[in-house]
């Protein structure tokens, strides 16, 4: 496109609407159509340590949904052991149940960090995080 005139708005670089009579904007200036961007003051944005508290809740609100953990890594565990011949089959199973415990609750609080990373937050959206998470535990 050309060079925006006045009341003109422009969108990544091309004329996209406007015109008319100016509507109160002063000459030359241009005007840029939000792409996707939050443009909420910083004081109605969460921060660091607020994303820090409701990624925990989130955690501690996943774990607390678990129905008998761990059961499925001890049959897991005595089926390793049973092949093997040994009679440990209890520790085996806490060993590989602890593992993958571990992997899975690595996995979970990277995804609730990139989540909450991924784009500015307001406290308003947040806080219905909040209410579920503090309603599971």
């Known amino acids: 496109g050309g060079v925006a005139g006045v009341g003109e708005v422009v969108h990544n670089g091309q004329i ?6 100016g509507g109160g904007m002063s000459s ?18 969460m921060t660091v340590g607020e994303k820090e508290m409701l990624k925990m809740e989130l955690l ?6 678990d129905v008998l953990p761990g059961e499925a890594t001890l049959e897991e ?3 390793v052991a049973a092949a093997k ?21 690595i996995r979970e609080e990277r ?4 989540m909450l990373n991924a784009a500015p937050l307001a406290r308003r959206d947040a806080a219905s995080l909040f209410q579920l998470a503090r309603r599971v535990k």
């Open 16 to 21: 996209v609407g406007g015109g008319g009579g």
């Open 28 to 45: 030359g200036t241009r005007r840029e159509v939000s792409a996707g961007r939050i443009d909420l003051p910083a004081s109605q944005l």
């Open 60 to 65: 501690l609100a996943r774990r607390a949904l």
């Open 77 to 79: 565990g005595e089926a």
């Open 85 to 105: 011949g040994g009679g440990v089959a209890e520790e085996v199973a806490s060993a590989a149940g602890e593992a993958e415990d571990d992997d899975l609750d």
């Open 111 to 114: 995804g609730i960090e990139r």
